[in-house]
């Protein structure tokens, strides 16, 4: 079945480091893959998606490229801030359920924590 | 910031007592998800409607828990005899669209359930 593995966390990282966060996938589709960030207190939210591969997604600073060859989809930003300390998570979402309903796979979550 | 409202932040329940939760949707999203998050992160589907129509739902949810999505009132999730084992963060999310894989999901802060 459809998989999704990324970095083990804690990831702990001073303030004006790069980060690089992996994420690598299984599935016979041709998914939409995501990147959700949890901040403590709050439900999931969406930083980016890419449905295509070879293209890339990007918001405030994050960024991942799609990479179908590799099965992979890294999150990475050059410089992480205090406030960028929450959950990650990638997924992917199968297009077999297409029609009905969508589901997202999940990842089981990269814990961030910058310190200043 | 998401305008999925989840009530109440916090439930605490005794071992075969009923649990129920609470989630408004964000405004025109016709598809609603319920998904459990326990302690390692992990996600797990429960249900979705779409409108007020059941799309899917695991055998658990379908066996312990009633749910229900009615015209112009709040979704909701019940459990009908809690357990020690649904102790978890439930979390609803809203989408526009329930037919492609592109889905974005925009959760709720959640309902942490404890049973004690």
């Known amino acids: ?116 | 910031n998401s305008k999925v409202i989840q009530t109440p932040r916090y439930l605490v329940k005794g071992q075969g007592q009923k649990a129920k939760m609470r989630c408004i949707p964000e405004k025109g999203h016709p598809v609603v998800f319920w998904y459990q998050q326990n302690k390692n992160n992990e996600f797990k589907f429960l249900i979705n409607f779409q409108n007020q129509e059941v799309l899917q739902q695991i055998d658990m949810t379908e066996k312990r828990f009633s749910a229900e999505c009615p015209s112009n009132s709040p979704c909701s999730l019940e459990i009908q005899s809690s357990e020690a084992g649904d102790s978890a963060l439930y979390l609803c999310a809203s989408s526009l669209f329930g037919g492609t894989s592109q889905n974005t999901l925009y959760f709720g802060a959640g309902t942490r359930l404890s049973v004690l």
Do not use: M
């Open chain 1, 1 to 116: 079945g459809d998989s999704v593995t990324q970095t083990e966390g804690p990831v702990t990282l001073s303030e004006g480091t790069s980060l690089t966060v992996n994420c690598s996938y299984e599935t016979k589709q041709y998914p939409t893959l995501f990147w959700y960030v949890q901040y403590p207190g709050e439900g999931p939210q969406l930083l980016f998606k890419v449905p295509k591969a070879n293209e890339k997604g990007s918001s405030r600073g994050f960024e991942a490229t799609y990479n179908k060859e590799a099965t992979s989809f890294h999150l990475q930003k050059a410089s992480v801030q205090e406030s960028d300390s929450a959950v990650y998570y990638c997924a992917l979402s199968d297009p077999f359920y297409v029609g009905d309903n969508s589901k997202l796979i999940w990842g089981l979550g990269t814990s961030l924590v910058v310190n200043p």
